[in-house]
């Protein structure tokens, strides 16, 4: 991650753009090598976050805008415009699941609760409004500075297709991902429902 982090930073497409994309990995990797020794999270979540860092280094070196794997999807799929972003906002919501997940189940009452999915999906809708109220604060203080930041790319829907994107992700997370993450929660001692438990009846009852 050291080393895709020094690259994306080497002649990115616009310095502050860059900043503004990777404070994220700047603030919450160290907190997360702080809390490492009494809050050991799962591989699972270890590595989405790696994974969405990776995202957030690639929008940041060339802005969301203009990242290449956008144009390659624009050749493959036919899109009008540079989805990257749209990927971006999907992890928004697919990876932060996952954490959100783990840490109700270890430091809340919702371990075993019929209320987890739930709550992981109203925080993650939450966290998205709150990812976009940003870009509009940032976008308000800095002008024409936060063009690249909001990456908008003229479409008067962007902040609503971005918090969608992020309740897709949640959603598709939870249902993918719950079951791996449990057993990862089982083998270090700490027990959990899955997704699968809560919707049936059956699973539940056992």
């Known amino acids: 991650m050291v080393v895709l982090l020094l690259w994306s930073g080497i002649h990115p497409h616009d310095r502050f753009t860059w900043w503004l994309e990777v ?13 490492y020794p009494g809050l050991r999270l799962t591989p699972l979540t270890y ?6 860092c990776l995202i957030l280094m690639l ?33 928004q919501g697919f990876i932060p699941a996952m954490l959100v997940r783990e840490i109700f189940i270890r ?13 992981v999906i109203c925080f993650c809708l939450a966290f998205s409004a709150f990812y976009e109220l940003t870009e509009f604060w ?13 990456g908008t790319q003229g479409d008067v829907w ?9 309740l897709i992700g949640a959603i598709v997370s939870l249902l993918a991902l719950s079951r791996v993450q449990d057993g990862q929660l089982a083998r270090m001692g ?12 059956a699973s539940a009852a056992t």
């Open 23 to 35: 404070a994220p990995i700047l603030i919450g990797v160290p907190v997360l090598i702080w809390l």
């Open 47 to 52: 590595s989405l976050i790696w994974l969405h």
């Open 59 to 91: 929008g940041g070196h060339y802005t969301y805008a203009q990242v290449p794997l956008g144009f390659w999807m624009e050749d493959w799929f036919g899109f009008t415009r540079n989805n990257y972003d749209r990927l971006g906002h999907l992890a």
């Open 107 to 119: 430091r809340s009452p919702l371990r075993g609760s019929r209320w987890l999915p739930f709550m």
């Open 138 to 150: 940032t976008a308000l203080s800095a002008g024409g500075a936060a063009t690249d930041f909001l």
């Open 158 to 166: 962007d902040t609503q297709w971005d918090m969608q994107m992020a």
């Open 190 to 201: 700490i027990g959990a429902r899955s997704v699968s438990a809560v919707t049936d009846p």
